[in-house]
């Protein structure tokens, strides 16, 4: 199972792999007369590669690809809405980091040979407009220390680090990062960031789907699919988050269940047989799916994505994928019709601020 922490904003990786073959050297026995030395060279075949091994290295790139994409289009709605955010808003670094451990089974192994990962963490993702960034700091860098505290390495660096750097950012406004690059040590002061401090993670499944459960969101990689454009992606991430601000997976009582969905659906390998039904979430009311639809725009608009497609995504959502397609969106939020004409008087609203150039202010 993907095991995920709050490392800087989100958690992923990055890197590539590289083989290498080595030779021996070997001298023929002395002769009367002087003779050339012969030299034969053996390379050491490399390592055989399986079926479930090619797979799994192919599987965790294609998640990784997906995870990038999710934090590149999530990060202006979580920096950019801090404010929106409330009690869930923390000074963060903006960056996310893994190792080899952060896996498991055969996808160590893919971890190694396709990310290049090893004991030590290193930086898989840097948010654009974070302090990481402004820090200088790049994918790749191994983690050494933080404010001179030597950050671990092995199975439990993700979890440990946490515990670390959790604490530092949010009592200072930057730290001091010690990092390995090409080979090098070095110094940087990376600021903290002021951010909505919910984790983003992509599901391994193709069912068509969002899940928030008040502390994380996930969409699947059906959803991703579906949505294709990167504004689309924005509308679902920022629903969502807007349900985590708003409090309604408490106030529903299904925090666990979902919770219990994003665990399962975030793992190398996930036990799909679970999304029997619709995988045990009731239907979301109306007041609240609608509330969520107001809000969420209002962070679209912020985070600089237009808000003028909104209608037609879940109108298209709705069509391709009714409340009869058992774990498909429409199932779990099926007041369509109530939250379409939100959605119309929202977009208006926002459009007359903007073009007021009022505060985009909910």
């Given at each position: 199972?993907?095991k995920?922490?709050n490392?800087?904003i989100?958690?992923?990786?990055?890197a590539?792999?590289?083989?290498?073959?080595?030779?021996?050297?070997?001298?023929?026995?002395a002769?009367?007369?002087?003779?050339?030395?012969?030299?034969?060279?053996?390379?050491?075949?490399?390592?055989?590669v399986?079926?479930?091994?090619?797979?799994?290295?192919?599987?965790?790139s294609?998640?990784?690809?997906?995870?990038d994409?999710?934090?590149?289009i999530?990060a202006?709605?979580?920096?950019?809405?801090?404010?929106?955010?409330?009690?869930?808003?923390?000074n963060?670094?903006?960056?996310?980091?893994?190792?080899?451990?952060?896996?498991?089974?055969?996808?160590?192994?893919?971890?190694?040979?396709?990310?290049?990962?090893?004991d030590?963490?290193?930086?898989?993702?840097v948010?654009?407009?974070s302090?990481?960034?402004?820090?200088?700091?790049?994918?790749?860098?191994?983690?050494?220390?933080?404010?001179?505290?030597?950050?671990?390495?092995?199975?439990?660096?993700?979890?440990?680090?946490?515990?670390?750097?959790?604490p530092?950012?949010?009592?200072?406004?930057?730290?001091?990062?010690?990092v390995?690059?090409?080979?090098?040590?070095?110094?940087?002061?990376?600021?903290?960031?002021?951010?909505c401090?919910?984790k983003?993670?992509?599901?391994?499944?193709?069912?068509?789907?969002?899940?928030?459960?008040?502390?994380?969101?996930?969409?699947?990689?059906?959803?991703?699919?579906?949505a294709?454009?990167?504004?689309?992606?924005?509308?679902?991430?920022?629903k969502?988050?807007?349900?985590?601000?708003?409090?309604?997976?408490?106030t529903?009582?299904?925090?666990?269940t979902?919770?219990?969905?994003?665990d399962?659906?975030?793992?190398?390998?996930?036990?799909?047989?679970m999304?029997?039904?619709?995988?045990?979430v009731?239907?979301?009311?109306?007041d609240?799916?609608?509330?969520?639809d107001?809000?969420?725009?209002?962070?679209?608009?912020?985070a600089?994505?237009?808000?003028?497609?909104?209608?037609?995504?879940?109108?298209?959502?709705?069509?391709?994928?009714?409340?009869?397609?058992?774990?498909?969106?429409?199932?779990?939020?099926?007041a369509?019709a109530?939250?379409?004409t939100?959605?119309?008087?929202?977009?208006?609203?926002?459009r007359?601020?903007?073009?007021?150039?009022?505060?985009?202010?909910?």
């Amino acid at each position: 199972m993907n095991k995920t922490h709050n490392i800087g904003i989100f958690s992923l990786v990055a890197a590539s792999a590289l083989l290498s073959a080595c030779s021996t050297f070997q001298a023929t026995p002395a002769a009367p007369e002087p003779a050339p030395a012969v030299v034969s060279s053996v390379t050491e075949e490399p390592p055989v590669v399986t079926a479930k091994m090619a797979t799994a290295r192919a599987q965790l790139s294609q998640m990784v690809a997906l995870q990038d994409r999710l934090y590149r289009i999530a990060a202006p709605l979580l920096i950019n809405n801090a404010d929106l955010c409330r009690t869930q808003a923390r000074n963060l670094l903006g960056f996310t980091a893994k190792n080899k451990y952060s896996y498991s089974g055969e996808f160590v192994d893919a971890a190694e040979a396709v990310l290049n990962y090893g004991d030590r963490l290193e930086v898989a993702s840097v948010l654009s407009g974070s302090g990481a960034a402004r820090g200088g700091l790049r994918k790749g860098d191994a983690l050494i220390a933080a404010n001179g505290k030597v950050l671990p390495v092995g199975a439990n660096a993700e979890t440990l680090a946490a515990g670390i750097l959790g604490p530092l950012a949010s009592s200072s406004q930057s730290l001091d990062l010690t990092v390995s690059r090409n080979g090098a040590t070095q110094q940087l002061k990376v600021p903290v960031t002021r951010a909505c401090a919910f984790k983003i993670d992509i599901g391994n499944a193709d069912n068509v789907n969002a899940y928030s459960d008040g502390q994380r969101v996930m969409i699947t990689r059906g959803m991703v699919n579906f949505a294709q454009s990167d504004e689309a992606i924005a509308y679902v991430l920022a629903k969502d988050i807007a349900h985590n601000v708003l409090g309604h997976a408490a106030t529903t009582k299904q925090a666990y269940t979902i919770g219990s969905i994003i665990d399962n659906l975030v793992a190398a390998r996930p036990d799909v047989s679970m999304l029997i039904g619709t995988a045990g979430v009731k239907p979301m009311p109306q007041d609240l799916d609608a509330a969520a639809d107001y809000l969420s725009l209002y962070m679209v608009a912020r985070a600089g994505y237009k808000v003028d497609g909104a209608r037609a995504f879940w109108q298209r959502l709705a069509t391709q994928y009714p409340a009869s397609v058992l774990n498909g969106y429409t199932a779990n939020h099926p007041a369509v019709a109530h939250r379409l004409t939100v959605i119309d008087k929202t977009v208006t609203e926002i459009r007359n601020k903007q073009a007021a150039k009022r505060p985009l202010i909910p």
